[in-house]
């Protein structure tokens, strides 16, 4: 049941801002919202205070890999480096907006250490997570963006003699975690000048600790969770940036279709794929700088 889900579009005058493979081709609990973040409402002239904060403040931008951040690297200016919990953390200017840059590395345990680190360290106005990802939905083919309204663990559950049982929708720290409905926008409408509106989604994303490249695997995704792609950090960031309070988006350019095909498909297109992702967030980053 694969969707194109198109947002209702926000007023003009809101700002304009600006992987994985199988594990052996790796590159070389919060409370969980439980209800969707209304849509944010832009008087005429007005711009909120979130919006201002987007414009002004450090944007974090976080993926799992090299490759999904190596373009972001080519174009920021005034870099600095900083070293810690493991990681390295660029800081600088890139498309006229500040901001601080680190791989988190791959799967949930270390895109969650990677976003606090990251929160913790620096005063953020928001999160980008950018990269790449299966794509799950009948209409997302490879190269194709997803935008995530909102993300979901579809690993976190039980497992009886009945077999695996997602447990989230229940349980507040495996449930949906809700993107930022103005992130969310700017992303949608700088993906689809990167790519195309045919090329762009909106929707739900999987996260899981799995590299998947099995149909019915994407068949119970689609049934469960609506799910247009498959990863194995969103959520998890996403469920850090609501612990600290900060409003995120993940934009991910589809590398595979996570089918049986996918482990050969994914390490093929997953450079591409990745540029597609930073070229995303190079335009957002853009609009934020001129907000006129
Ligand atoms: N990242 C890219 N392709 C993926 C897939 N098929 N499964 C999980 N994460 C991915």
């Known amino acids: 049941m694969s969707k194109k889900i198109l947002f209702p579009a926000l007023t003009s005058l809101m700002l304009c801002i600006c992987s994985v493979s199988p594990v052996s081709a790796l590159e070389t609990e919060t409370q969980a919202q439980t209800e969707p973040v209304q849509e944010a409402q832009a008087q005429p002239g007005a711009i909120t205070a979130q919006e201002q904060q987007l414009q002004n403040g450090t944007i ?20 600095q480096e900083e070293q810690f ?10 498309c006229g907006h500040h901001v ?9 345990v270390r895109a969650a250490t990677g976003a606090a680190a990251l929160l913790d360290h ?17 209409e997302t083919q490879v190269l194709d963006v997803v935008i995530a309204t909102d993300l979901v663990q579809h690993d976190y559950g039980q497992i009886t003699d009945d077999g695996y049982e997602w447990t989230g ?8 975690y809700y993107c ?7 992303a949608y409408e700088s993906a689809k000048n990167v790519v195309g509106e045919e090329h762009t989604f909106m929707g739900t994303i999987a996260t899981g600790d799995q590299f998947v490249a099995s149909e019915s695997y994407v068949n119970q995704l689609q049934k469960e969770f609506g799910a ?5 950090e969103g959520a998890s960031v996403a469920s850090v940036c609501e612990e600290y309070d900060k409003p995120y988006v993940v934009i991910r350019t589809m590398s595979d279709k996570a089918d049986g095909k996918a ?16 070229k995303i967030v190079m335009d957002m980053l853009t609009g934020l700088k001129d907000p006129e």
């Open 180 to 186: 930022d409905p103005i992130l969310v926008q700017q």
């Open 60 to 79: 974090g931008i976080i993926s799992a890999m090299d490759n999904e951040i190596s373009l972001l690297l080519e174009n920021i200016d005034n870099v």
């Open 263 to 278: 482990i050969l498909t994914y390490l093929f297109m997953r450079d591409d794929a990745a540029d597609h992702s930073c």
């Open 169 to 176: 929708r229940n349980n507040d720290v495996g449930g949906y």
């Open 100 to 108: 601080v840059i680190v791989k988190a590395g791959i799967g949930k």
């Open 85 to 94: 919990a493991g990681r390295t953390y660029y800081s600088g200017e890139l």
């Open 122 to 138: 620096y005063d953020l106005s928001g999160v980008i997570f950018t990269g790449i990802a299966g794509g799950t939905g009948d």
């Open 228 to 232: 247009l792609a498959c990863e194995m």
